[in-house]
Each structure stands twice: as C-alpha cells, then as structure tokens.
C-alpha cells in the first residue's frame, strides 16, 4: 500500500503548512476530530495495560495528550506532530503537574527508540499520510512487545460527495481518496503489528451553506494538499461550477458530508528481522511425526 505516485499523493510541506495556518483557530471546529477522539477512548476503556510512555502521535493542539494522562496515571505522555504551531498550541493547555512533552516529529520517522514506548495513540493522523505502511513500521519499531497501538481513521467512502462534485468539472483530482480498512489491517500486519481489530462507523455532517463547510474545512487544515492537484484548474470558475453540483445534491434543503470512520488496534510484537527474513528458534520447530 504505496501510494506515493499515485495522483493522491499529498505534499508534506503543505500539510504542515495549512496545519500550522490552522494552529490557532483548530479547537473551534475539531468537532470530527472531537468524535473519532471519544470514539477511540471508548474502545480504549477496556483494554487493560500498563503504560509509563505514551505517544499522542499526530497531536495536534494536544486535546487528546490531556485526556491520556487521565486515562494513563502517572504515564510520561508525549504529543508529537509535524507543525510547531500545533505543539505551542498544546503547551498551553499542559497542566503544571502533569507528565507531559512536546515532539515536533514526522509520524514515517519517528525521534524514538526501538522498543521504547508502551502506548501509540493516533487520531485522524493517518489521512495525512502519504504511506500509512511506513508510519505502521516505526509504530512497530518504537512499541515494545505487548504495547498497544490505536488510531482512527477516514475509509475510502469519506468525503464521496466532495469527490463526485469535482468529478463534474473535471477529470482531476481534488479529494484526498483514503485506503480501505482491509488493506490497512494487512499493512499492519506487514509491519509487524499484531492481531490488528478494526471496525467501522459512519458520521454524517449537514450545512446549510457551502461557504460554510469549506470554512470549516479550511479552519481544521482539511483543504487540497494534493502534490499532483491541478494548477491550471485555479481560479473562482471551476469552484463555482463544483459548489453548483454540490448544490445539486442537497437533500432536504441541506449538504450533506458523509464520513466513514475506521477505528483500529493491534499489538507490538518486539524486535524484528530485516524484511524478508523470519526467524525462528530451533526449539520451536514441531517434530513430524511418521
């Protein structure tokens, strides 16, 4: 799962900067974000494990590292993202007592060592990745045996209506498209990662005005980072021609945006040998019996 030359190939410089545009003003409109949150913390109640560090990895302003130091008591909780704005942002809301740091790091190579980390907590990180397979491999490389990984997600459903919008005006690509959950379960696995569980829900947004859900999208850093988008394609035309067949498919007098949101978890299984050479100790080998 590569799809770095694929026309939804992502700019990573201009990922940071819209998020680091959006820093300021990000926690009032992470609703989305709010829910896959809570979404996530819900399915983390009953997992039971001991953690002394844990990563918000993908933090944002650091909502999420706030609620993990509750949930993980006396745990060393550290939020990392690729925009600065967003970790000043977090290191406003650190209480004075808490066990907390600030990593300004890409999620594809992690500042952490082999086996280091006992929890990986990543909340709508993954839609701004080129190549969720290379983020699972250092998820795998950090997480000692045994440690937990949990992320949420978009599915390839999301954002559909924006999609066959755009599809009306031209052929190019507009909209992000997202892996669906079975191949990140087998990317996962490829990584290392173990018995990885996910499920999938659905959220559903409604505007009255376009100007609006594109203000919110541009508040949150959602807009086109695409590093193939069309440059001759700019300009109030073509966007005009897109929110008139948004329009189009009102329903009800409303937009409406559906979201397909993938929650998933697996397990860190220790150390790993080179890609394409697995080990196993000799005691291990069952006898064949004749």
């Not at 082999?114 to 907590?121: A, G, H, L, T």
């Not at 795998?140 to 755009?166: C, H, I, M, Q, Y």
């Not at 409406?256 to 150390?271: A, F, I, N, P, R």
């Not at 790993?272 to 069952?286: H, M």
């Amino acid at each position: 799962m590569n799809p770095t030359d694929d026309k939804s190939a992502l700019n990573t410089e201009d990922v940071q900067r819209r998020f680091d545009r959006a820093a300021s003003h990000f926690d009032s409109v992470d609703f989305v974000h709010s829910v896959t949150r809570d979404g996530l913390l819900a399915r983390l109640r009953p997992i039971v494990i001991e953690a002394k560090t844990v990563i918000d990895l993908g933090s944002a302003t650091g909502s999420g590292s706030r609620l993990l130091t509750r949930r993980f008591r006396g745990a060393h909780v550290i939020a990392a993202d690729l925009s600065r704005n967003m970790l000043e942002q977090a290191q406003k809301k650190k209480s004075w007592f808490a066990r907390t740091s600030a990593v300004q790091a890409n999620a594809a190579l992690l500042p952490f060592a082999d086996q280091s980390i006992d929890v990986v907590f990543a909340n709508l990180l993954l839609p701004w990745i080129d190549d969720p397979a290379r983020v699972f491999a250092e998820v795998s490389r950090v997480l000692r045996k045994g440690g937990l990984f949990l992320f949420a997600t978009l599915g390839p459903d999301s954002l559909s209506e924006l999609r066959r919008a755009w599809g009306e005006v031209g052929p190019d690509t507009h909209v992000t498209r997202f892996p669906d959950m079975h191949d990140l379960g087998d990317a996962a696995v490829r990584a290392g990662l173990r018995e990885p569980v996910l499920d999938v829900d659905w959220l559903s947004l409604t505007y009255r005005k376009a100007d609006v859900l594109f203000e919110d999208l541009t508040a949150v850093g959602a807009r086109n980072s695409l590093r193939h988008r069309s440059r001759s394609l700019g300009g109030a035309a073509p966007f005009r021609a897109m929110v008139k067949a948004l329009d189009a498919a009102r329903t009800g007098g409303l937009l409406t945006l559906d979201l397909e949101l993938v929650y998933g978890h697996c397990w860190g299984s220790g150390s790993r040998s080179p890609d394409g050479e697995y080990r196993l100790a000799a005691n291990r080998i069952p006898r064949r019996k004749r």
